[in-house]
């Protein structure tokens, strides 16, 4: 196309431009989009599966809490009462 314009065809680089060059043009937008749309999915599940991670370390916090004192107190060799403090 390049050559048609430089040799001052111009109406045979519009027809080119025209058939060729906008529809690959097209067909790569194309696949990039998909492969855009396939990107946002696959990071739209992960942060999903994240937040769900998350969610379940805070809904467990008090009881991962609790048994973080309690292997405290055992390495310590405390054997004092029981009763372990309000969460």
């Known amino acids: ?7 001052d065809d111009p109406a045979r680089a519009v027809d080119v431009l025209l058939s060729q ?3 690959v043009q097209d067909d790569v937008l194309l696949l ?3 492969m855009l749309s396939y ?3 696959a990071a739209r599940g992960e942060f999903e599966r994240a937040l769900e991670i998350f969610s ?3 809904e467990r916090y008090p009881e991962l809490r609790l048994a973080a004192l309690h ?3 055992l ?3 405390q054997t004092g009462s ?5 969460v």
């Not at 196309?1 to 040799?7: C, F």
């Not at 029981?82 to 309000?86: C, I």
């Open 1 to 7: 196309m390049i050559d048609l314009l430089v040799g």
């Open 21 to 23: 060059a906008i529809p």
């Open 32 to 34: 990039l989009s998909e």
């Open 39 to 41: 990107q946002q999915e």
């Open 56 to 58: 379940d370390v805070v």
């Open 71 to 73: 292997l405290k107190r």
């Open 75 to 77: 390495r310590s060799g």
């Open 82 to 86: 029981t009763v372990l403090p309000d």
